[in-house]
Structure formats: C-alpha cells, structure tokens
C-alpha cells in the first residue's frame, strides 16, 4: 500500500483549513463553554462547602436548643425565684411582700426587738447588675437572739447582705442572756434602677 497519496492529500490545502478551522472550533468551544463551567463548578463547590459548614453550625445551635428546651421548666422556676430574690419592685414598705414586714417577723421569730428600721434610697451598687436599698436597724436582743436573728437574714426570701454590725452592752459581768443594743446596716437588692 502506497501511503505517499494519502499524506499529499493531508498536506493538501483544503484539508489543512478543515483541519485547523477543527481545532480553532474545539479551542473556541473550550474557551466559551468548558473553562467557564469549570470556573462556575468551582464557585457551587465553594458555595455547597460554605453551605455545609453554616448546616453544622446550625445542627449544633439546635442540639443546644433542644438541650435548653427539656431544661426550660427548671429555668423557669428559677427565672421565678431569682425574680422574688432579687424583684423589680424597689418598695420595701408595700407590694406583695414588703421586706420591712419580712424583718420584723424574723426579729420576731429570733426573739430580738427592733427599735427603728429605716430604709433609704435605691443606689447603683458597683459590679453588679441590680441596685441596692440601704436599710439601718436599731435592737436589741441577747447574744443567741442577735445571732440567730444575724442567720435568719441570710435566709430571708429576698436577697440581703449585712453591710455592718456595732453591738453594745456586753461586758465582763455580762453573761450570753444579757440584753444587748446592736445597730445593723444591710443592703437589700433590687432589679430597679436609681432615680437620676
């Protein structure tokens, strides 16, 4: 077989064209459609990886969710004990619950006897997220009587610290049933903001 015709036929001038008119058309399709789609694959791979990542993340928030969601009557129950621990309503003297009645029935009950109770003003207490309300009070009471009333403050419904204690009346010739006068200063907190 004489392959010299067919190679002059390959070589000829139209088949050349054909040949590279071919090519050019086969770059021209890979230039306008393949090297776009490949670029536009490129950004959906992009687009789906981000895409996944923010599904994670939320899979994750709703895991917390559902956790948050079996521990909501707990949290409810403390939003309810935190709210008369530490109320909005900075009255001391009325409301559901006034605290000066809470004290004189704890003075009662510890059997000291108050001789004045005097609430001030809500102030800004630094470093915390709710107000206070000074209150001074004036007893007396013996040793076990002061002592006991001092604990039963730390256990009242509403949330109080003892800022001060000055005790007087005690002495060598004293015994732990003698009567003494103590002069308290406590700090009752509320969510209520200062008056500007």
């Known amino acids: 077989m004489n392959r010299t015709p067919q190679?002059?036929?390959?070589?000829?001038?139209?088949?050349?064209?054909?040949?590279?008119?071919?090519?050019?058309?086969?770059?021209?399709?890979?230039?306008?459609?393949?090297f776009p789609e490949n670029s536009k694959a490129s950004k959906l791979q992009a687009q789906d990886h981000s895409l996944q990542s923010q599904v994670?993340?939320?899979?994750?928030?709703?895991?917390?969710?559902?956790?948050?969601?079996?521990?909501?009557p707990q949290l409810r129950t403390l939003e309810a004990q935190y709210a008369s621990y530490v109320p909005a309503q900075p009255d001391v003297l009325n409301?559901?619950?006034?605290?000066?009645?809470?004290?004189?029935?704890?003075?009662?009950?510890?059997?000291?006897?108050?001789?004045?109770?005097?609430?001030?003003?809500?102030?800004?207490?630094?470093?915390?997220?709710?107000?206070?309300?000074?209150?001074?009070?004036?007893?007396?009471?013996?040793?076990?009587?002061l002592l006991s009333f001092i604990k039963?403050?730390?256990?009242?419904?509403?949330?109080?610290?003892?800022?001060?204690?000055?005790?007087?009346?005690g002495g060598p010739t004293t015994n732990r049933g003698s009567t003494l006068t103590a002069s308290m200063s406590l700090e009752v907190y509320t969510m209520a903001r200062p008056a500007s």
């Open 7 to 34: 190679l002059t036929y390959l070589r000829s001038k139209p088949v050349l064209i054909a040949i590279v008119v071919a090519i050019v058309v086969i770059l021209i399709w890979l230039v306008a459609f393949f």
């Open 56 to 72: 994670a993340r939320d899979n994750a928030k709703l895991v917390a969710l559902r956790a948050t969601s079996k521990a909501t």
């Open 95 to 145: 409301g559901p619950s006034p605290y000066v009645d809470m004290i004189d029935s704890t003075a009662t009950r510890t059997g000291i006897k108050l001789t004045s109770i005097t609430p001030g003003s809500v102030t800004a207490v630094p470093g915390l997220a709710f107000s206070g309300i000074p209150v001074s009070i004036a007893a007396t009471g013996t040793y076990d009587a």
């Open 152 to 169: 039963a403050v730390y256990q009242l419904p509403r949330l109080t610290s003892i800022q001060s204690v000055s005790i007087s009346g």
